[in-house]
């Protein structure tokens, strides 16, 4: 079963990140993960990217063992639309 991931929106200020794997089936798993930083506060990139596919591979393994689990993913709510004007009545 081919997992795949998604990593959330981050800066350079951030210390974590949520990260999404999502199965073959649609069925996803979240984690936050630690974003690693040089000493001049920049991102260590390359770091990172080790990071990522060490949790991928963990993940996969988990999967494996029943250690882990895949749940729907949350519906993404329809934006909240003004209510229709009211007339206003006159007597």
Known sequence: MAITYTVAEYTAEDRTVEVTFENSEGLIHKRTINIPHNEDGTIDEDYFQEILEGQL???????????????EPEPTPEPLTPPEPVGIATT
């Open 57 to 71: 591979r963990g993940v996969e393994n988990k999967l494996r063992v029943g250690a882990v689990t895949f749940t």
